[in-house]
């Protein structure tokens, strides 16, 4: 939904659960004055955008595997239209098939009244409600070689982000 989304999550993670996540970052960030430094200094990873990137992936299978917590956004983009979710990208399948790691689909409502596709807002609510819900954990199946697998993992993917979505709007004040 925003930009935010990743920080605030990474916030959230570490603040209620104790965890710290590697996120999955867009590489063109890592160039940025301000945000490149921070994205180095947490150890996220770098990621091209709109192209296969079997090393990015790596890192984030290895980092999955030595029980850390890697976060992807499953879009890959900011959605200019926040009331849709865009194509869930296979990404997620080629880590969470051949690690067996269950996913944990989140939905985030209110970070897009801050700082959506289009730039940063300023407007009323000063403070707008934020809210996060955390799905059950989907345990993947299915072989990370096959494509009819991945699709089926995406899909059911999907369908969690979607719900969960619905649900963190409600929780923010924001039915549809």
């Known amino acids: 939904m925003s930009v935010l989304d990743g920080p605030c999550l990474a916030i959230e993670t570490g603040w209620r659960r104790r965890r710290e996540s590697r996120f ?3 590489d063109e960030a890592f160039a940025h004055a301000l945000w490149g430094p921070i994205l180095r200094h947490f150890d ?14 790596d890192e984030a299978i290895a980092t999955v595997r030595r029980g850390a917590l890697a976060a992807i956004a499953p879009e890959g983009s900011v959605s200019p239209h926040p009331d849709e979710l865009q194509r869930v990208r296979s990404g997620i399948a ?4 051949p690690t067996a790691a269950p996913v944990i689909p989140v939905g985030i409502w209110g970070t897009q009244r801050r700082w ?7 407007d009323a609510p000063l403070r707008p409600r ?8 989907i345990v993947p199946t299915g072989d990370a070689t096959e494509q009819a697998d991945i699709d089926a993992f995406v899909a059911r993917v ?5 719900r969960q979505v619905t649900e963190a709007r409600i929780l923010a ?3 549809s």
């Open 44 to 57: 996220q990873i770098p990621i091209r955008r709109g192209r296969s990137d079997e090393g990015a992936l």
């Open 116 to 122: 959506s596709k289009t730039g940063r807002h300023w």
């Open 24 to 26: 999955l970052v867009a």
């Open 94 to 97: 080629r880590i969470a098939l």
């Open 158 to 162: 999907r369908e969690a982000i979607e």
């Open 130 to 137: 934020l809210a996060f819900a955390y799905g059950e954990p």
């Open 173 to 175: 004040g924001d039915p």
